[in-house]
DNA sequence: GTCCAGGGTGAAA
DNA sequence: TTTCACCCTGGA
C-alpha cells in the first residue's frame, strides 16, 4: 500500500472515497485562481469544497485540487503511477505555457491588464475535445449552474467512477447517440437535447480520432469543421477550439465578452461579434483565450457589482 | 408568485 | 443579412 504522501491531501481524498487510500503531487506550475479556472464558466464538472479544494473528473480518474498560494498540489485515487498522473494533469493545466510572455502581451491591457500582472492566473485548460463540445452544446442561452446540471446529467450515461452524483466517466460519443433527443430532453436539456444528440450521431461518423486530430488542423480549417455539427455556431465553436483544441487565437466572443470589448476598448456597439473576435486575434494573437477568460470575468464582477 | 436574462443557434423572412 | 422561436432554470 502506498500513502499518500501529503496528509492533507489524504484528508481531501478520504472524503471522496472512504476508506481508499489516495497518493498526491505537485504540479510544476505557478499557482493560479482555482475557482476561477475551474469553476469559472470553462468546465463544467470541478465542484468546489469547503475547504476551498476543487474535485472533478479528468478522464477516467478523480481528482482534487488544491492551492496554499505557492504551489498548486492534485490528489488521486490510488491506482495511476506519480508519473502518469503527472503528465496527465500538467497537460490539462497546459503547464508549458509561457507565463513571462502570457504577462508581457496582457497584462498593460484596460481593465484587467492589472489583473494579470497583479493577481494569480486565470488559466486556459485543455480539455478532453468531445466533453468539451457536449458542455458547450449545452451551455447556449443557458447560465452556469444550469449548465453544470446538464452536463452532469449527461456525465452520468458513463461509467461510475466514485460514489458521488458527479463521478462518472464521460460517456462515449455512441452511448450519447444511442441515449436520443428524447432522453436528453427528459434529463434537462431541452432543445439542447435534439442538438447534441444530431452531434453525437454526426461523430460517430466521423474517422477515429478526427475530432482529436483538429488539433493539428489550422484555426479556420478546424472552426469549419465544427460548424458543421448541429448546435455549433461560433461561439461554441470557439470554447472548444480554445479550451481543448489548442487554439490560443480563438476568441470566444458571447454577450459578456462583447460588452467587455465595447466598455474598454470603445468597439462599436453594433459590431458583428465575428468582427469581435478577428480584433481579438489581431490584439492578442496566440493568447486571445486566455484575454477572453479575463474579460469575461471583468464583465462577470462588473455586473454582480464586484 | 412574476418577470427577465441566460457564456446562442438554426431556420425563416 | 436580420429576425425570431426555442426548453426551462436561476436569480431578482
Redesign the pocket.
Known amino acids: 500500500m502506498v500513502v499518500g504522501d501529503s496528509r492533507l491531501s489524504l484528508e481531501l481524498m478520504s472524503q471522496i472515497v472512504d476508506g481508499v487510500v489516495v497518493k498526491s503531487l505537485q504540479i510544476d506550475v505557478e499557482p493560479f485562481d482555482l475557482s476561477q479556472t475551474l469553476d469559472?464558466?470553462?468546465a463544467f464538472r470541478w465542484y468546489p469544497c469547503e475547504d476551498g479544494t476543487f474535485r472533478g473528473v479528468v478522464g477516467t480518474r478523480i481528482l482534487s485540487v488544491s492551492g496554499d498560494g505557492k504551489t498548486v498540489s492534485v490528489a488521486w485515487v490510488d491506482g495511476g503511477s506519480k508519473g502518469e498522473v503527472r503528465k496527465e494533469v500538467e497537460d490539462y493545466f497546459l503547464a508549458d505555457t509561457n507565463v513571462d510572455d502570457l504577462r508581457s502581451v496582457l497584462s498593460s491591457e484596460p481593465g484587467f491588464g492589472e489583473y494579470v500582472a497583479t493577481m494569480p492566473l486565470i488559466r486556459v485548460m485543455r480539455q478532453e475535445p468531445w466533453e468539451c463540445l457536449a458542455a458547450f452544446i449545452c451551455?447556449?442561452?443557458?447560465?452556469?449552474?444550469?449548465?453544470k446540471?446538464m452536463v452532469a446529467s449527461v456525465a452520468r450515461m458513463g461509467r461510475r467512477l466514485g460514489e458521488e452524483d458527479w463521478a462518472f466517466e464521460f460517456p462515449e460519443v455512441d452511448i450519447v447517440a444511442d441515449a436520443g433527443e428524447e432522453y436528453l430532453?427528459s434529463v434537462?436539456l431541452?432543445?439542447?437535447g435534439?442538438?447534441l444528440a444530431l452531434t453525437a450521431q454526426a461523430l460517430v461518423g466521423w474517422g477515429d480520432g478526427e475530432l482529436m486530430g483538429l488539433r493539428d488542423a489550422s484555426y479556420y480549417e478546424a472552426k469549419d469543421a465544427l460548424?458543421e455539427?448541429?448546435?455549433?455556431?461560433?461561439?461554441?465553436?470557439d470554447?472548444v477550439l480554445a479550451y481543448s483544441l489548442d487554439k490560443g487565437e480563438a476568441f470566444?466572443v458571447?454577450?459578456?465578452?462583447r460588452r467587455a470589448a465595447i466598455r474598454l476598448y470603445g468597439l462599436n456597439e453594433d459590431v458583428?461579434n465575428d468582427a469581435v473576435g478577428e480584433w481579438a486575434r489581431d490584439r492578442f494573437g496566440r493568447y486571445a483565450a486566455w484575454a477572453?477568460?479575463y474579460m469575461?470575468r471583468d464583465e462577470i464582477n462588473r455586473r454582480?457589482g464586484g
Open positions: 469559472g464558466g470553462q451551455s447556449q442561452n443557458s447560465n452556469i449552474p444550469r449548465i446540471k430532453r434537462g431541452g432543445y439542447r435534439k442538438h460548424m455539427l448541429q448546435g455549433v455556431g461560433p461561439k461554441v465553436a470554447c470566444p458571447d454577450v459578456h465578452v458583428k477572453q477568460l469575461f454582480s
